[in-house]
């Protein structure tokens, strides 16, 4: 694609708020240093779960969902917002925040986070951000590289703790993270939405619920076959544990007379 078409083609509301962000702050590798720590003890502890913009990916809800005993269908009527915007290209989902004065987050108590445990992405991240480009198609990986948010209201940048990027991912327990979310991201990228193509309303939901209401989906693709449970192929269940390279999974076999063709 060329720089002319690429300067040319929309961006939905999630890449604008990325591509603002990563333009003001400065790259970090994964030995980097920084220092940041939050408890209760800071000033600012618990205000940065106000009037934010969290984005969720299929496996934040998944988990949330599970988390507090709901089907997606619930969690998703309950604690989320789609916003439409003309140059969306996928869905997008976002954490509805409370409507009270400072649009606080609807797990936050006194103490902090009541899921902790199952907080999405964006919340195990913070302070740190990451950008990634699509990997090549002869296999290399994009680029990718951390940036740090460093906002006012935020005390904990004035603590002493110091983290490498590398302690920070493996503290705030982000690898199980990215690796359900690798195959989300692929989708994002795909070369159909690169070239410029849009999907339409029916379309755009269709993708919402097979990504976002798994419970609905699973639901719809067991009704298709009079089944209650699907099973789940080995070297599928293999490979999203890392043992295995899920590319190799969806490489086109041989056909018969190809094989025979090499014998």
């Known amino acids: 694609m060329s720089d002319e078409k690429r300067t040319h083609t929309p961006m939905d509301p999630q890449e604008q708020f990325q591509e603002k962000i990563v333009a003001d702050s400065p790259r970090l590798c994964p030995d980097d240093t920084f220092a940041f720590k939050c408890h209760p003890g800071v000033s600012c502890f618990n205000q940065c779960c106000s009037d934010v913009n969290i984005f969720l990916s299929p496996y934040d809800v998944l988990r949330m969902a599970k988390r507090l005993g709901m089907t997606s269908s619930e969690f998703l009527e309950k604690y989320t917002l789609l916003p439409i915007h003309k140059d969306m290209k996928i869905p997008i989902v976002l954490l509805r925040m409370n409507a009270d004065e400072h649009k606080t987050c609807s797990f936050l108590t006194d103490g902090g986070c009541s899921i902790y445990e199952d907080r999405p992405w964006p919340c195990r991240m913070y302070p740190l951000?990451?950008?990634?480009?699509?990997?090549?198609?002869?296999?290399?990986?994009?680029?990718?590289?951390?940036?740090?948010?460093?906002?006012?209201?935020?005390?904990?940048?004035?603590?002493?703790?110091?983290?490498?990027?590398?302690?920070?991912?493996?503290?705030?327990?982000?690898?199980?993270?990215?690796?359900?979310?690798?195959?989300?991201?692929?989708?994002?990228?795909?070369?159909?939405?690169?070239?410029?193509?849009?999907?339409?309303?029916?379309?755009?939901?269709?993708?919402?619920?097979?990504?976002?209401?798994?419970?609905?989906?699973?639901?719809?693709?067991?009704?298709?076959?009079?089944?209650?449970?699907?099973?789940?192929?080995?070297?599928?269940?293999?490979?999203?544990?890392?043992?295995?390279?899920?590319?190799?999974?969806?490489?086109?076999?041989?056909?018969?007379?190809?094989?025979?063709?090499?014998?």
């Open 129 to 263: 951000g990451l950008a990634a480009q699509k990997d090549t198609p002869d296999g290399w990986r994009g680029d990718r590289f951390y940036f740090l948010l460093k906002e006012d209201v935020c005390k904990g940048h004035n603590e002493p703790q110091e983290w490498t990027v590398r302690q920070w991912l493996d503290d705030q327990g982000i690898d199980e993270y990215d690796l359900w979310g690798e195959a989300f991201k692929e989708l994002t990228l795909h070369e159909y939405f690169e070239n410029g193509g849009t999907l339409s309303p029916e379309k755009m939901h269709m993708l919402y619920t097979a990504c976002y209401d798994l419970d609905k989906f699973r639901e719809f693709v067991f009704s298709l076959f009079g089944e209650r449970t699907v099973k789940v192929k080995a070297d599928v269940i293999e490979a999203f544990k890392g043992r295995l390279d899920k590319r190799g999974m969806f490489k086109e076999e041989p056909s018969e007379t190809a094989k025979e063709g090499t014998r």
